[in-house]
C-alpha cells in the first residue's frame, strides 16, 4: 500500500510519543512489554475539547443531499489522496464524490463479471487499485486507476471467508470468522501463511431457542465478545472485546497497547432495549411471509447475555494517528466515542457523532447523520479544531 511522504511522517509519531518517559497528564501510566508500549489512561470521562463544524454534507449531481438507505460503516466508504469519496450503496453500486462534496460517478454495477457485485461488503485500495470485497461471489472486484474494471480476484485458502481485508506494503490484515458445532471462532491475521493470529476469540454456543415467530440453532449469547480492526497507512488496530485494550500493530508487529482503566458491568435489560429500540428484534423473511418482531422480554427471558458489557464495539484508525474507540452499539443513539492521541493518550469523550468514516487529506472527517424526513443518513463534512 503506497503511503505518502506526510502520512508516512505522521505515522511514526506514536512510535516517537511512546518513548517519552515521564506521564505528562496526570492518571496517565506508561510501561513497557517485551519493546510493546503500554498506555493507560484512568477515569473519569472528560468531554473532548475539539470543536466539529459542519462545512456540508455529500450531494448527488442536482446539489440535493445524497440519502443512503442504510446505517454505513468504515468500511463501506474510502477516501483517497485526491480528496475524493467512494461509498458502497444498496444497488449495489459504488457512488464516488469529488473534492467539492458533489457526485462524480458511479463505479461498477450489479452483477457476476469482471467490476460488478452481487453482495458487496467493504472498500479499499491497493497504490491506485481500488477493490471491493464481495461476499456473495467470495472475491474481490478490482478496478484500474482510471476505474475500468479488471479481473477479478478470488479469496481462497486463508483468505475464504474473510469478511474484512486491509492490504498493506507486503501482506494483508484479515479478519475471519469460523463456526464450529460448539461456537464461533472470530480471529484476526497479519498474513495468509497459517502463522498465529493477532487476536482470538471463542464464543460458545447457547442452547437453540424458540421465539413467537421463528426458532434459531443455539448461537453467541447477546453482548458476546467480537474482534473489531481499522487500518491506516502501515498500521492497524485491534480491539478484542469485551475488554478496554487497543492494540496497535505495524504489519504483524505489536508496538503499542492503549488503555483505559473503566470498572467492567454485567449487560442489563436497559441495555437490551437500547439494542433493539424499536421495541424489539425484528425478523424479516424476504417476503415469504411477514415480517415478525420479538420483543424484548422475549429476548431476556429465552436468550442469554453475556457474562459482561463490552467496553469497545468497534474502532476507527485515521492516517493521523489518532485513535477512536465506540463504546455503544452501532444502533444506539447518541453514541458515545473516546479519542486518543498519537501518542495513545485518553484525549476525551464525544457523544452523538459516531465514528468517522474516513478523514481528507484536507483534515476534514466524515460522519454520518441521521435524516428524519427520509429515514436515511447522509454523509456530512465536517471541520475539526483541536484544542
Not at 512489554?33 to 448527488?60: H, Q, Y
Not at 459504488?94 to 458533489?102: A, C, H, N, T, Y
Amino acid at each position: 500500500m503506497r503511503i505518502s511522504r506526510l502520512a508516512a511522517v505522521l505515522s511514526a509519531v506514536v512510535l516517537t510519543a511512546c518513548n517519552r518517559t515521564p506521564a505528562e497528564k496526570p492518571g496517565v501510566v506508561r510501561s513497557d512489554s517485551a519493546g510493546v508500549k503500554l498506555i493507560t489512561s484512568g477515569a473519569p470521562d472528560t468531554t473532548l475539547s475539539w470543536t466539529f463544524e459542519k462545512i456540508d454534507v455529500l450531494r448527488d449531481s442536482l446539489g440535493e443531499p445524497w440519502l443512503f438507505s442504510r446505517m454505513l460503516f468504515r468500511w463501506s466508504v474510502l477516501t483517497d489522496r485526491a480528496g475524493r469519496t467512494y461509498v458502497i450503496t444498496r444497488d449495489p453500486s459504488i457512488v464516488r464524490f469529488g473534492r467539492d462534496g458533489k457526485f462524480e460517478r458511479t463505479v461498477g454495477r450489479a452483477g457476476s463479471g469482471p467490476g460488478e457485485y452481487r453482495f458487496p461488503i467493504a472498500i479499499g485500495s491497493i497504490s491506485d487499485t481500488l477493490y471491493v470485497v464481495d461476499a456473495a461471489k467470495q472475491g474481490l472486484a478490482r478496478f484500474a486507476p482510471d476505474l475500468s474494471p479488471t479481473t477479478d480476484k478470488r479469496l481462497e485458502g486463508a483468505l475464504a471467508g474473510a469478511q474484512a481485508i486491509a492490504f498493506r506494503q507486503g501482506g494483508v490484515w484479515f479478519r475471519r470468522t469460523e463456526f464450529t458445532d460448539s461456537g464461533t471462532i472470530v480471529s484476526a491475521f497479519a498474513d495468509t501463511l497459517g502463522g498465529a493470529p493477532l487476536r482470538r476469540i471463542r464464543i460458545p454456543n447457547g442452547p437453540p431457542v424458540q421465539f413467537n415467530c421463528i426458532g434459531i440453532p443455539g448461537g453467541p449469547p447477546i453482548f458476546a465478545p467480537q474482534i473489531s480492526l481499522a487500518a491506516a497507512t502501515a498500521r492497524i488496530l485491534v480491539n478484542a472485546q469485551p475488554e478496554y485494550e487497543l492494540w496497535l500493530y505495524e504489519g504483524p508487529r505489536p508496538i503499542a497497547s492503549v488503555r483505559r482503566s473503566l470498572p467492567p458491568r454485567a449487560p442489563t435489560v436497559d441495555d437490551v432495549r437500547a439494542l433493539y429500540p424499536d421495541g424489539g428484534m425484528r425478523m424479516s423473511f424476504g417476503g415469504a411471509r411477514p415480517d415478525c418482531v420479538v420483543p424484548v422480554d422475549e429476548i431476556m427471558a429465552k436468550q442469554p447475555l453475556a457474562e459482561q458489557y463490552p467496553f469497545v464495539f468497534d474502532v476507527a484508525l485515521l492516517s493521523d494517528g489518532t485513535m477512536w474507540a465506540l463504546r455503544t452499539p452501532h444502533t444506539v443513539s447518541p453514541a458515545v466515542v473516546d479519542v486518543f492521541g498519537t501518542d495513545g493518550v485518553y484525549v476525551g469523550t464525544v457523544r452523538g457523532l459516531g465514528l468517522p468514516l474516513g478523514l481528507h487529506p484536507n483534515g476534514e472527517l466524515l460522519f454520518q447523520q441521521e435524516d428524519t424526513a427520509s429515514g436515511g443518513v447522509v454523509i456530512q463534512r465536517t471541520k475539526v479544531t483541536r484544542r
